[in-house]
């Protein structure tokens, strides 16, 4: 089976480019542009390239012909998609339009619980989605483009994890990194519901479905938190951390929470990996020394974005 990964050289496709090679699965091709990173070392066969730019994707398909096509390219959060709108289209919509039109082959591409916006019910996948931001706007657009197609569209809660590009701009992550080097957490509010999936049970996932005839949307999440119950298990795991609470909520109003019963009924869905793994891993690398600076901006996608922007 020849597989095509696009954004290949991020979170999750460093990821799942551990687990294909763990599995035995070399048969594959990764295709990344390189906006937040200036190199990929993996020595697996690689291409750089803009999967919205048809000049580059149409031969590219072609000659490659993929089985499946792993769709992980976008500019990813609420604030990246504001500060890079029209890049956002681009690699957000114009590229899977792309493919839809395109290719005939099996697509896996993430959405994401984003797009349920503000609802205090648990959301099912029938739920209406009400999208409060353009990146959740686009997420529902591309789930439209693809919905008729060869296409299974995991809806994902927020990714935590350490993967093989690491992130600290995603919640469990950076509550973690903010306890170990400032000693303390803000939370504002805390009382908003999150749906959250580590980056490693998103994988098998992903490769799970890559020969299956599955198709449509499925909700993804290891569980639904408060922020602060995410920083009060922060705080559990290290228990120097002051814990600061603002009655006041944050500027971003979503809150959400998701059923998971639509995956597990379908294949058994049953992620492995919950907060307090994550928490540990990155208490691990800060205490083993594995990264020098947690404030470096290649790990904070608005901070890259606004590097470049410079």
């Not at 390189?34 to 190199?39: H, N, P, V």
């Not at 805390?190 to 580590?198: C, D, K, M, S, T």
């Not at 020098?292 to 922007?309: C, E, I, P």
Request: charged letters at 20%.
């Amino acid at each position: 089976m020849k597989i095509l990964i696009t954004g290949g050289a991020g979170m999750v496709g460093t990821t799942l480019v551990h687990r294909l090679q763990q599995l035995k699965i070399h048969d594959f091709l990764v295709v990344d542009n390189l906006l937040y990173e200036t190199d990929y070392l993996m020595n697996v066969p690689f291409k750089r390239g803009d999967v919205s730019d048809p000049a580059f994707m149409i031969p590219l398909l072609d000659n490659y012909e993929p089985d499946a096509v792993i769709h992980l390219a976008g500019i990813v959060g609420d604030a990246a998609c504001s500060l890079r709108p029209i890049e956002s289209y681009n690699v957000n919509i114009k590229s899977i339009k792309l493919l839809a039109d395109y290719y005939k082959g099996r697509i896996i591409w993430p959405s994401s619980c984003s797009v349920y916006g503000l609802n205090d019910e648990i959301a099912t996948e029938e739920s209406p989605v009400t999208p409060l931001s353009l990146y959740a706007q686009m997420k529902v657009n591309g789930e439209q483009l693809l919905i008729d197609k060869n296409a299974f569209i995991p809806r994902l809660g927020t990714l935590h994890g350490v993967g093989g590009r690491f992130r600290s701009d995603l919640v469990v992550n950076l509550l973690t990194i903010r306890a170990l080097i400032e000693g303390k957490i803000q939370v504002f509010g805390g009382g908003q519901y999150r749906p959250l999936l580590h980056v490693e049970d998103l994988a098998d996932t992903i490769v799970r479905h890559l020969a299956s005839t599955r198709k449509g949307v499925f909700n993804l999440a290891e569980g639904n938190y408060k922020i602060l119950d995410i920083a009060q298990e922060v705080q559990r795991q290290l228990p120097n951390t002051q814990l600061e609470i603002t009655p006041t909520s944050f500027e971003d109003s979503r809150n959400y929470k998701v059923s998971i019963e639509k995956a597990q009924k379908a294949w058994g869905f049953k992620p492995t990996l919950g907060i307090n793994y994550t928490i540990k891993s990155i208490i691990d690398l800060y205490n083993e020394g594995r990264i020098k600076d947690f404030a470096n901006m290649k790990y904070s996608n608005v901070l890259g974005l606004q590097f470049h922007n410079k």
